[in-house]
């Protein structure tokens, strides 16, 4: 079993960063393949960018520029630093863990863009 716990969610001014991390418990987080997914209210949950265990980096055309996702395998903890936000990024940020069929959730962290 894999716990996934966020931080590094708040409130922010449009055109600020903000850093997510996402701190993983167990022995298997170097072979998952880790993602930051987003929810805004009313919406559905949708991919912002993930990170397989070779380090090979997927992102939503909405993020491409400003967001980078990153990893540390020795810390068991991935990483989504974000620039240039803006309004509409406004939504509650979850880790995601996957690998084959299994598929592992944070709690969520809420980040809140300002205009």
């Known amino acids: 079993q894999v716990q996934l716990v966020e931080s590094g969610g708040g409130l922010v001014q449009a055109g600020g960063s903000l850093r997510l991390s996402c701190a993983a418990s167990?022995?298997?987080?170097?072979?998952?393949?880790m993602g930051w997914y987003r929810q805004a209210p009313g919406k559905q949950r949708d991919l912002v960018a993930d990170?397989?265990?070779?380090?090979?980096?997927t992102y939503a055309d909405s993020v491409k520029g400003r967001f980078t996702i990153s990893r540390d395998n020795a810390k068991n903890t991935v990483y989504l630093q974000m620039n240039g936000l803006k309004p509409e990024d406004t939504a509650v940020y979850y880790c995601?863990?996957?690998?084959?069929?299994?598929?592992?959730w944070g709690q969520g962290t809420q980040v809140t863009v300002s205009s």
């Open positions: 995601n863990g996957r690998m084959g069929l299994s598929r592992y």
């Open positions: 167990g022995n298997i987080f170097s072979i998952l393949t």
């Open positions: 990170i397989t265990n070779g380090g090979r980096t």
